[in-house]
């Protein structure tokens, strides 16, 4: 495998599972120094462990990336412990579906202080380490979510539409620097973010083709090579939610028939469910 970030710097969040822990394993097979951030230090210490055994560099650094305090003491105890920071993937998130109204607030804060008020933070913070490498890269993880507004998961829908917003216009802020800002929008992915909730998950989610967090992750490491705006997955699936956002009227004619084809789908993940349970 061909070696595009050897002695390179990474930190990762939310990378204790799912999208997260498939950038990180393939970072580190790419030769980089993965920093693997998120709340739960057994399980992150164990990611980093398989890493290293396949032959990786990858520590655990547990940290909430709500916590303002912790992440600036994060960006230090990297550049201590790695020599630096020069790619910085923001993937933590947070999710509560279902009608706003029958949501607690507090659930409703935190998918923003997840999914946008933490990943505009620790940019911030990681800024300076960045430029003192001579630049560097900053991958956001939105959401199609984020292209189109989905009921019942409103909330959702505007934390990543503003973090799609912040990724675009920072890399103008930047333009010129040598730091790269990207966009990694994924529809539905076969994690247990989205699978562990399929009751709540809305039916039309399903009528859409299923990626794996390892198609995901992919991208996320092309997106840090090249510093392309913006990438999604699958891409049909982008086109039609910018052409439903911006035509209204299509997306009312849709969605009936998504929400059908979904139903449908769902009901196969349900079985597939039982069929592995003991």
Not at 60 to 70: E, L, N, S, Y
Not at 123 to 128: F, S
Not at 154 to 181: C, D, H, N, W
Not at 189 to 198: E, H, K, N, R, Y
Request: charged share 20%.
């Amino acid at each position: 495998m061909a070696e595009r970030f050897a002695g390179k710097v990474a930190i990762v969040t939310g990378a204790s599972a799912g999208i997260g822990s498939a950038v990180a394993r393939l970072l580190a097979a790419e030769g980089a120094r993965v920093a693997l951030v998120a709340r739960t230090p057994d399980v992150l210490e164990w990611v980093a462990g398989e890493i290293r055994g396949a032959g990786g560099d990858a520590r655990a650094f547990p940290a909430d990336v709500r916590d303002h305090a912790a992440c600036a003491a994060l960006l230090a105890a990297v550049e201590a412990e790695l020599g630096g920071l020069d790619i910085l993937v923001n993937n933590a998130g947070a999710n509560h579906r279902g009608p706003v109204e029958e949501q607690d607030p507090a659930a409703l804060a935190q998918i923003i202080d997840v999914n946008l008020t933490a990943p505009i933070v620790l940019t911030r913070l990681a800024l300076p380490y960045l430029r003192r490498r001579g630049g560097g890269a900053i991958v956001n993880v939105a959401s199609i979510a984020g292209q189109i507004p989905v009921a019942h998961e409103a909330t959702y829908s505007a934390s990543k539409s503003g973090l799609r917003a912040f990724t675009f216009a920072l890399r103008e802020e930047l333009e010129g620097s040598g730091i790269t800002v990207s966009a990694v929008s994924p529809g539905p992915v076969d994690t247990g973010f989205l699978m562990a909730d399929l009751d709540h998950v809305p039916d039309m989610i399903f009528a859409n083709p299923m990626s794996t967090a390892d198609q995901v992750a992919a991208l996320v490491l092309d997106s840090a090579a090249d510093g392309v705006a913006e990438r999604t997955i699958p891409a049909l699936t982008g086109y039609m939610a910018r052409v439903g956002s911006a035509l209204p009227i299509v997306k009312r004619a849709l969605v009936p028939l998504l929400e059908e084809r979904g139903r449908a789908v769902k009901e196969q993940y349900r079985a597939r469910q039982r069929a592995a349970t003991p």
